[in-house]
């Protein structure tokens, strides 16, 4: 069958585009606070330096959950659609704990950017037929999620 292996190899360099992009860039800071990353400040008191720390600190594991998904993928590219939607949920209950005005929106770009990721890999997933077609698709958000990270990278570090 030829259509499974591109599904697979199209799931894996999905995974892996999402899980090298995810979090790199950023600088954890120094918050200071002595918040716990648990704790989910009002939108006015989260500085730049709490908000990336908790991107930086967070969205590494989620992003090593995410690079994990590429060993299953080549051989499971179903579970590892399913694995990635998980994962997307994770950054979703992420981004409701970055409240700073200025990380938020940015983050939220990442966020949907990576949700296109997931929807893109459960369509092929269901259909491995349309991993050709889709590579546009991938293309358009790598491009998505590698800029918005170097967004969230330049805010951070700035």
Partial sequence: MRTAPKSALFITALVLAVGLTGCSGASAGDSGSGEKAADKPAASSQSVADACKLF???GTEISNKAQELSASAATDPEAAASALADVQE???ALGEKIT?????PVYNEFMSAYGEFSTIIGEVSADPSQASDAMEKVNDTVSKVTDASKELGEICNG
């Fill in 56 to 58: 930086v600190d967070e």
């Fill in 90 to 92: 994770e950054f979703e």
């Fill in 100 to 104: 700073n005005e200025e990380v938020s």
